[in-house]
C-alpha cells in the first residue's frame, strides 16, 4: 500500500479528488529491503519477496547464511545497513538484546526516503524515538502491529501520526490456526514420548528463541 500509493488514494477519496500524479510509485525491486530475523518467518516473507524481483538482506546474530537472502549480517551491522536500506523490518524475538534495539541513534541512520515495519515484539521498538524520528521526517513511514503497552491506550499520540500505520496485533493471524497448531502439538508430542525430544520449534532457553 505504501509502495503503490494506496494511502494516499483513500485520502484523495475521501476528498472526492481524482489526482494521479501526486500518488507516488515504487516499485519493490528497486528498493534495498533488509529483514531483520532469518528464522523460519523472515525466510518465508524473503522467499514471497522474491517474486517481485527483490534480493533481501538479512540480519541475524552472527551474520551466518541463510537461504533465500542475497546476502546477510551480523546484528552489531544493524545501524550500517540501515543508511543503505529502503525498507526496514524487524522479526526479531524480544531479548536483553533487542529491547529497545530500534531507538533514536537507529532512526537517525535510516534514509529519510526509508520505511520501518516492526511485526516482532512492541519492546524492540522505542516508540517515543520512532514518533519523534517520524515527524521530523527523519523517515518517511512506518507500521507497527506490536506495541510496548498493548491494547494501545486511547490517547497515546501514535494514533494521531499520519505516516504511521497502526494495526492491533493482528499480523501472526491465519484461518485455520487451531488445526495448524494441534498438528504441531500432537508432532511434537509423538517425538517427545518416544525420544524426548521435539521435532518442530523447539525453543533455546539459554538463547530466549
Not at 503503490?4 to 481524482?18: D, E, L, M, S
Request: hydrophobic share 40%; aromatic share 10%.
Amino acid at each position: 500500500m505504501e509502495n503503490r500509493g494506496i494511502f494516499q488514494a483513500i485520502q484523495q477519496q475521501r476528498k472526492q479528488q481524482w489526482s494521479p500524479n501526486t500518488i507516488p510509485y515504487t516499485k519493490l525491486s528497486d528498493q534495498e529491503i533488509l529483514i531483520v530475523g532469518t528464522g523460519q518467518i523472515g525466510q518465508k516473507l524473503a522467499q514471497a519477496l522474491t517474486f517481485f524481483g527483490v534480493s533481501p538482506i538479512g540480519i541475524n546474530t552472527s551474520g551466518h547464511e541463510v537461504a533465500g537472502f542475497d546476502k546477510t549480517f551480523a546484528l552489531s551491522d544493524l545501524h550500517a545497513c540501515a543508511k543503505t536500506a529502503d525498507c526496514v523490518i524487524n522479526i526479531l524475538p524480544l531479548t536483553e538484546e533487542t529491547t529497545h534495539l530500534y531507538d533514536a541513534a537507529f532512526f537517525a541512520q535510516m534514509k529519510p526516503s526509508a520505511s520501518f515495519y516492526n511485526v516482532g515484539r512492541g519492546p524492540s521498538v522505542d516508540t517515543t524515538a520512532l514518533a519523534k524520528a517520524l515527524e521530523k521526517k527523519q523517515l518517511a513511514f512506518a507500521a507497527l502491529d506490536v506495541f510496548e503497552e498493548e491494547p494501545l491506550p486511547e490517547n497515546d499520540p501514535l494514533w494521531l501520526i499520519e505516516n504511521l500505520l497502526i494495526t492491533p496485533h493482528i499480523s501472526g493471524h491465519t484461518p485455520h490456526f487451531q488445526k495448524a497448531f494441534m498438528a504441531i502439538f500432537l508432532t511434537n508430542l509423538q517425538q517427545f514420548l518416544a525420544k524426548q525430544e521435539l521435532e518442530k520449534n523447539e525453543i533455546n532457553l539459554d538463547k530466549g528463541y
